[in-house]
């Protein structure tokens, strides 16, 4: 079964400076990576997906990731960040489940916190 | 636009009382599914449905079970809650189970004393 690991639960950055989520994946054949971010008391919303047609994917509010095979890593990565970026992000992998079909695995979550 | 709606929004409940979530939908998705979300462990799979009247387990299955009779519903429930059920649950929906997005509900905060 596939895994994601999201390395560090909480990230701080003041705002203008660089956003880098970290999002490392368990796969032996290429995987569909997803983000998705969740503002308080709010439910998951997509950020961007990979679908293998370009390793750069760009998504919502500036944010982009770059899947890399060599280093199973699927990073998230705004230029400059915003208040309105403070959030939890998750990064989601599909994984197949036993009837041939997939459902998506979601890691633990890192917090974003931006500071004036 | 609905999309996806949940209730309730907020329950509590005693240790070994029954209660259904229901999720509904109106995006003619094939795939449904209940995740919760603990702090510290992002969102486990608890079941999942690819399309009526099918189900079928996640991470975190026991003491719950789910039926899905129509397309657009998908119930989940808790038979004997216990504390170890206190979370907040999140359905979602996807027109197919890989590249195609998930659509999140609100969410319902359970808290089991």
């Known amino acids: 079964a596939q895994s994601v690991t999201q390395l560090g639960s909480h990230v701080s950055v003041s705002e203008g400076a660089l956003v880098l989520l970290r999002c490392n994946y368990s796969?032996?054949?290429?995987?569909?990576l997803f983000w998705y971010v969740q503002y308080p008391n709010q439910g998951l919303q997509l950020l961007l997906k990979y679908t293998s047609a370009a390793t750069l994917v760009k998504g919502i509010n500036g944010f982009e990731a770059e899947f890399k095979k060599s280093e199973t890593s699927f990073h998230l990565t705004k230029p400059s960040a915003h208040m309105r970026d403070a959030a939890e992000y998750f990064c989601?992998?599909?994984?197949?489940?036993?009837?041939?079909?997939?459902?998506?695995?979601f890691g633990a979550g890192t917090r974003l916190f931006v500071k004036a | 636009n609905a999309g996806v709606t949940q209730t309730p929004k907020f329950r509590v409940l005693k240790t070994g009382q029954s209660m259904t979530l229901l999720c509904a939908q109106d995006m003619n998705h094939e795939y449904m599914y209940w995740y919760r979300q603990d702090p510290g462990m992002g969102l486990r799979l608890i079941h999942y449905?690819?399309?009526?009247?099918?189900?079928a387990k996640g991470e975190v299955p026991d003491g719950y079970n789910v039926s899905r009779l129509k397309k657009q519903n998908f119930l989940l429930g808790l038979e004997s809650a216990a504390p170890s059920q206190t979370s907040v649950y999140f359905c979602?929906?996807?027109?197919?189970?890989?590249?195609?997005?998930?659509?999140f509900g609100q969410g319902t905060r359970l808290t089991v004393v």
């Open positions: 979602a929906s996807s027109l197919e189970g890989t590249l195609t997005e998930a659509f």
């Open positions: 796969s032996s054949v290429p995987p569909y």
């Open positions: 989601a992998v599909s994984d197949e489940n036993d009837t041939g079909g997939f459902k998506t695995i």
């Open positions: 449905s690819v399309g009526e009247g099918t189900t």
